[in-house]
């Protein structure tokens, strides 16, 4: 079984901050990597969906990319605001698998 | 509105009880997903299902079960042998299993041992 790792665990930043989340895979066979936000108590919100002919997805101040080579994915959060302080999780989709696998996700606080 | 619907969004079990958390989409999506949710882990998934009438086991499937007898609906029920169950519990869906796209969430469902 792959592992999916992220790193940091926790960040926290000034409102204003551009800021990475980082992502990494043991095994380079991903061919989807999919990005959400999760909020307390709450389920998750896809942001990003990169799929195997992709390099790299955006959608207004996010940006993501996937280098499969290296098995490492980011998510780039230009201007951070307060309404960004969430969880982010990264999901890892291998061909011919049938279940996304999760990091424990990058909680993020942004502080006003 | 499309998406997906969990209910109850809280459930409270006592020791030896059966208890089924429900999962509706109305996305058309052909592919089905439980997962289960600890603090500080990432999501493991419990079962999935690709079409109507069939399911699979994922990492964790003791003492849980699944049906899936409609396309919109995959419940899911925590039997007496689930010796852990208090966790937050998702269900995903995605438009097939075989070629994966763009995934779901619902809102989740908290559930708790008394």
């Known amino acids: 079984k792959q592992e999916v790792t992220q790193i940091p665990a926790a960040l926290s930043v000034p409102e204003g901050e551009n800021l990475v989340l980082n992502c990494s895979f043991t095994?380079?066979?991903?061919?989807?990597l999919q990005w959400f936000r999760q909020d307390p108590g709450k389920g998750l919100t896809s942001l990003l969906l990169?799929?195997?002919?992709?390099r790299e997805q955006t959608s207004g101040r996010l940006n993501a990319s996937l280098d499969k080579s290296s098995g490492r994915s980011t998510l780039y959060i230009a201007a951070s605001q307060p309404g960004d302080s969430a969880t982010y999780l990264c999901?890892?989709?291998?061909?011919?698998?049938?279940?996304?696998?999760f990091g424990a996700g990058t909680r993020l606080t942004v502080k006003p | 509105d499309g998406g997906i619907t969990q209910s109850p969004k809280y459930l409270f079990r006592k020791e030896g009880q059966n208890v089924t958390l429900s999962c509706e989409q109305n996305?058309?999506?052909?592919?089905m997903y439980w997962y289960r949710q600890d603090p500080g882990q990432g999501l493991r998934l419990i079962y999935y299902?690709?079409?109507?009438?069939?399911?699979q086991k994922g990492d964790i499937a003791e003492g849980y079960s699944v049906s899936r007898e409609k396309k919109e609906s995959f419940p899911l029920t925590v039997t007496s042998a689930q010796k852990n169950p208090t966790a937050f519990y998702l269900c995903?869906?995605?438009?097939?299993?075989?070629?994966?796209?763009?995934?779901?969430f619902g809102q989740g469902t908290r559930l708790t041992v008394v």
């Open positions: 999901a890892g989709i291998v061909y011919n698998n049938n279940d996304m696998r």
């Open positions: 990169i799929q195997s002919s992709q």
């Open positions: 995903a869906s995605e438009g097939t299993a075989t070629i994966h796209t763009e995934a779901f």
């Open positions: 095994d380079s066979a991903i061919y989807n």
């Open positions: 996305l058309n999506h052909d592919a």
């Open positions: 299902s690709q079409i109507v009438n069939d399911f």
